[in-house]
């Protein structure tokens, strides 16, 4: 998830797998995520897949309900599988609906809101592990 993001888990989910493939039903995840006590709190996330450079987290929030702002290490995408929300960012409101898809760069600070009931897709890529020791060592 992002790194100052706060999204409440209602119970341990399954860990996510780094597999050479992985396939998902969508649908299914989030009326699992509904069904759980986070729902009902306004939030419920899950992470879906989980590498050292790649995070894509199905996230649910109730109508109204807001995640304050925060920002990533890495570049986000945002794709919406349901409702309505607004993201603030860089000055801007980016009005999201199904089927939009939003990408901010890394350390660009977002909150959102949501409108009525929806989901998202959330992708963090950033630098892999390796990468990352290559780039503060020679920096060093």
């Known amino acids: ?68 702002g925060h920002k990533a290490l890495g570049r986000v995408t945002i794709q919406m599988i349901s409702g309505h929300i607004h993201l603030h960012a860089m000055g801007r409101t980016f009005d999201l609906v199904l089927g939009s898809l939003l990408s901010l760069d890394k350390e660009v600070s977002h909150d959102l809101q949501a409108l009525e009931d929806s989901a998202f897709l959330l992708t963090i890529a950033w630098p892999g592990r390796e990468e990352r020791h290559v780039r503060k060592t020679s920096s060093t």
């Open 1 to 68: 998830m992002t790194d100052n993001c706060e999204i409440a888990h209602s119970r341990p989910h399954d860990p996510p797998v780094a597999k050479p493939y992985l396939e998902f039903d969508l649908v299914q995840e989030l009326q699992q995520l509904q069904r759980e006590t986070g729902w009902m709190n306004g939030q419920n996330a899950k992470t879906l897949v989980k590498y050292d450079d790649l995070r894509v987290v199905l996230i649910g929030l109730r109508a109204n309900e807001r995640i304050p």
